[in-house]
């Protein structure tokens, strides 16, 4: 006969919301219900708790038991309950002291011998209890350290929930400390020094980095589109410490982090197969939603190769993130905003036939010409840099390999010409190029930069649209930037506009 | 008389004896019709007639017998009371209760009996 509450956290995408969880023992005929718009894992939590509660040497009580998740309104899902479940029923049969549990929140699954196991999206679930003023948090121990990357929280890890019951009933040193933070060992990326020769495509992957453009690569197989790709994180600096939570959390939804170092603190690269269905790119699912591929990408690189193969659907649908930066999963039940500010990087072959050289191609005129029309225009639009990737040069192939400039120094320049233009646009507060809105590019140009003649013919001709002409101008100037020109010259802008209109897109 | 029937009528015999010390009128007992058996049919004498269902245990080895009374043994309940009222048809509105009794009868021991007024 009694009640007792303790808190939980309810995920939404990556956003979490604290739910109170309570317990009331009352008289009446055995029986467990659990209200609160629970999923399945939620409902099932009763069998899981039940099973633990009596392996750890607990009576279970034998009358009518309720257990409510408030605010009712708010869909939970997952098996993250079942502690505080447990904690909030033995507090209302006084096992353990009602006030001993009454602030804390408990995050974790229970296995039926009273393990306490990990679940997936601690961190967010951490930040959103932070947020809401909670000061402690007790998770699994495959979840600490992740758990204790929420700064500023007394974070603790559990074994079982007998070491939990023996800890709220006084006895110290059952709960586990977070060790100190396992510094990530930098991902050993791919270096550009294994790229021979491309010496055109080497600088527009450096021009794709300084300014965060777009960058589509089409050329032959083997001319190395997607070794290319795989090296653009490489050139990116490293996540600031805000960054690599943001990023984190997303991974921690997903359940792909490493539980020893689950910090991310390189880019991520992220490359779905152009199979890949809208739920997959975008986000979403039926039960829990889970962020798409463009989420997972967020503050890294989208690399979609063989892109005029993807559904046409899937690609278009990167057009919106591209433009805002997140993503606004709807669905009947619930609706989740998904950050996915990412670079995106497609590839293609120029036709369907793919030969080596373009003399040696045996599709027909039309279905050459339609192959690369499949990526659309609209989509197209958005990307700064399109690049030819011919075939690798036969002497760069056999002849003594050439000294080539590793990811490492090609990254110094790259941060020096960020810094640039984070200085530029300090005051509009962007912190690279492709970021910047296009009334803002046009403004600064016009009282900085020469009068772009180039461009102005381009768009005469009808060989560049207004949003192209804008592009065009960021690309400029990150060209500026990387050559150390406070303002871009007309070498800068030609260059830009090469890049913008490869040929074969 | 098999050992297990045996031991639900000295089980509903303890709980007939022990409503009727609690103020209770016993209406009808083990009251039959072809959806099943009422064990005990009481009232309040005021306004209540009181459906009370009896669990007998010899031990708690399978858990104890509050827990033997499911879901489906519920609804069967309430089926059956309501047959019980449309056959019987008492006079006025009566409100109707759902207790449980529950006892646990082990070899040389004094029954444990428990009560559960309203269980359901």
């Known amino acids: ?505 | 008389m098999a050992a297990k029937d045996e031991l639900g009528r000295r089980g509903e015999d303890l709980a007939a004896d022990y409503l009727s010390e609690h103020g209770l009128v016993i209406l009808a007992r083990n009251w039959r019709c072809s959806e099943g058996e009422l064990d005990i049919v009481a009232t309040d004498g005021i306004d209540t007639v009181v459906f009370c269902e009896v669990k007998t245990r010899s031990g708690t080895a399978f858990g104890t017998p509050m827990e033997a009374v499911t879901r489906t043994k519920r609804r069967r309940l309430r089926r059956l009371a309501f047959l019980w009222m449309s056959t019987i048809r008492p006079s006025g509105w009566p409100k109707l209760r759902f207790d449980v009794v529950g006892i646990v009868l082990r070899d040389n021991a004094k029954p444990e009996l428990t009560h559960l007024v309203a269980a359901f």
């Open chain 1, 1 to 505: 006969m009694g009640l007792g509450h303790t808190y939980a956290v309810a995920l939404t995408g990556v956003h979490g919301s604290v739910v109170e969880v309570e317990a009331d023992i009352a008289d009446g005929l055995p029986g467990i219900t659990v209200v609160g718009m629970g999923d399945m894992a939620v409902a099932q939590a009763r069998d899981r708790v039940r099973s633990a509660v009596v392996n750890s040497g607990v009576g279970w009580p034998r009358t009518r038991i309720t257990v409510s998740l408030a605010p009712a309104g708010i869909h939970k899902r997952g098996a993250g309950f079942d502690a505080a479940i447990a904690l909030a029923l033995l507090a209302a049969e006084g096992v353990v002291p009602e006030g001993a549990v009454a602030e804390v929140v408990l995050i974790g699954e229970l296995g039926l011998d009273g393990s306490v196991r990990p679940v997936p999206g601690v961190l967010p679930a951490l930040l959103a209890a932070r947020q809401a003023g909670k000061s402690e948090a007790i998770v699994a121990i495959d979840n600490l350290q992740e758990a204790s990357l929420a700064r500023g929280m007394l974070v603790r890890g559990v074994a079982t929930l007998k070491d939990l019951i023996a800890h709220f009933r006084g006895d110290a040193g059952r709960l586990i400390v977070p060790g100190p933070r396992m510094q990530a060992p930098r991902r050993d990326l791919p270096d550009l020094a294994d790229v021979y020769g491309q010496a055109e495509a080497r600088f527009a992957l450096e021009l794709a980095a300084a300014g965060g453009h777009h960058l589509a690569l089409i050329g032959p197989p083997g001319a190395g589109k997607t070794m290319l790709a795989a090296r653009l994180p490489s050139l990116l600096p490293p996540l600031t410490e805000a960054e690599s939570l943001e990023v984190t959390a997303i991974h921690s939804v997903a359940g792909t982090l490493d539980p020893t170092t689950p910090l991310l603190v390189t880019p991520p690269f992220i490359d779905p197969h152009h199979s890949a269905s809208l739920a997959a790119m975008i986000g979403g699912g039926s039960g829990d939603l889970r962020p798409g591929s463009v989420s997972l990408a967020h503050l890294g690189v989208l690399f979609i190769d063989e892109a005029p193969e993807a559904r046409r659907t899937v690609l278009d649908s990167l057009r919106q993130p591209m433009e805002s930066g997140s993503v606004l999963v709807a669905r009947a039940k619930q609706v989740a905003r998904f950050p996915a500010r990412f670079q995106l990087v497609l590839a293609a072959n120029p036709c369907p036939c793919a030969a080596a050289r373009d003399v040696d191609c045996t599709c027909a005129a039309g279905i050459r010409r339609r192959y690369l029309s499949r990526l659309s225009g609209p989509l197209m639009d958005r990307i700064d840099i399109r690049l030819d990737v011919p075939p690798v040069d036969v002497a760069a192939l056999t002849g003594p390999p050439a000294a080539q400039e590793s990811s490492a120094v090609v990254r110094s320049r790259v941060v020096e010409a960020r810094a640039r233009a984070a200085h530029r646009w300090r005051e509009a507060g962007y912190r690279c190029n492709a970021q910047v809105q296009s009334r803002t590019v046009r403004e600064w140009w016009r009282s900085h930069g020469p009068r772009p003649v180039l461009l102005e013919r381009a768009v005469r001709v009808g060989a560049l649209t207004a949003r192209g002409y804008d592009r065009v101008l960021r690309l400029a100037l990150t060209a500026a930037d990387l050559a150390e020109r406070p303002v871009p010259d007309a070498s800068d802008v030609a260059r830009a506009l090469a890049l913008r209109c490869g040929e074969a897109a």
